[in-house]
């Protein structure tokens, strides 16, 4: 835990502090009520996470208002019934132009707001607490691998176990898989009043469907998971759609 000059729970007096203190170094402290936040926002994305509701209207706004925000034309907006089902789609169709990155970019240009306003201290005390899910520790390395980078690792790899005619092709990369980590990370600083418009509709995105492509003028999504299984160590073991666990099992029912 960091060690916070801040002496008050008093609202008024922590923005007094704020105040004074950015006049010495220009970056902003975050008081305590401001960090007991933490708490609430990441449970609040792991309530996101293990979220089985689909809402499609808001969702099809969501993706159109990202590719908005990135300067892309508006996407027809088709779904899929399952994840791995889209790369049925690309067999069809490889001329489309991934755009994940672009959309991508732009939520991160955020961060830049982030690290002007934020003291670097607070700013990875945030990032080190605000992910709902537990990180693997590998302590020979000193490396942590977050377990939904590895969960997005499998369900391609399977994909590639069955879709064999794109192995030779570059995968593309889903806007949104089960790394809401991130997001979870910049909702904390929106929560607190940066203005960052272009998180929302990410956000939201996040909280009405499963995983979601992005190509030029086509958005390819998924309704959330009918479960999610989480064993007691906070791993994710299982992905379930269609009675099928996409972790364990290769094809879609």
Known sequence: MLSLKAQTNDRTSGYIYNYLNSLFNGKRKLVKLELDLIDRVRADWQAILESTV???????????????????????????????????????RPELADKSG????????????????????HTAHVLANIDPQYNVRIHKDRFMDRITDRLNDLVMNRANDIYTSLTERTMPSPLQDYRIGDLGYFDYFLQIGLDMPQIQPAIDLAKSCGWCWTFDRLAILTPKPSKVKIDRHGKIVGIIYNNVNILIDSKPS
Do not use: F, M
């Open 54 to 92: 689909t809402e499609r209207i808001q969702a099809e706004k969501s993706v159109k208002d990202c590719y908005r925000y990135a300067g892309l034309n508006n996407p027809t907006v088709i779904w899929v019934d399952h994840p791995l089902n889209v790369l049925s789609i690309l067999i069809d």
């Open 102 to 121: 672009v959309i991508i970019n732009e939520i991160w240009k955020s961060e830049l707001k982030i690290q002007k306003l934020i003291d670097p201290e």
